[in-house]
């Protein structure tokens, strides 16, 4: 059964860092893609960042772009999200999501439809 676990979650003051795991288990990945959403209250789930498992494609949203970086490791399955400049606007729940089939294109990743598995997502509050 494959499961998608995010972590590293929690409170941080505006302007700080945080850095958000995703590990993915259940099966032998190769040639896959994924990527990090978010939702704050009220609001729909909007894209993040997205990588694929091979190459150095990434794709970031705009509104993360020079702020947040997401990177692999492919030897424990795990994507990272490392977010510098956090702003009160970035308070949402973050969600990571898998996509098991191979893409073509890194920019199609921004679409929830693309992904097969999603975690439980976990909090992260930008507040003073």
């Known amino acids: 059964q494959v499961q998608v676990v995010e972590s590293g979650g929690g409170l941080v003051k505006p302007g700080g860092s945080l850095r958000l795991s995703c590990a993915a288990s259940?099966?032998?990945?190769?040639?896959?893609?994924m990527g990090w959403f978010r939702q704050a209250p009220g609001k729909e789930r909007d894209f993040v960042a997205a990588?694929?498992?091979?190459?150095?494609?990434?794709y970031n949203a705009n509104s993360t772009k020079g702020r947040f970086t997401i990177s692999r490791d492919n030897a424990r399955n795990t994507v990272y999200l490392q977010m510098n400049s956090l702003e009160p606007e970035d308070t949402a729940v973050y969600y990571c999501?898998?996509?098991?089939?191979?893409?073509?294109?890194?920019?199609?990743?921004?679409?929830?439809?693309?992904?097969?598995?999603w975690g439980q997502g976990t909090q992260v509050t930008v507040s003073s």
């Open positions: 999501a898998l996509r098991t089939r191979p893409v073509s294109s890194v920019v199609i990743l921004a679409s929830r439809a693309q992904y097969d598995y």
């Open positions: 259940g099966r032998t990945f190769s040639n896959y893609a």
């Open positions: 990588i694929r498992w091979t190459g150095d494609s990434t």
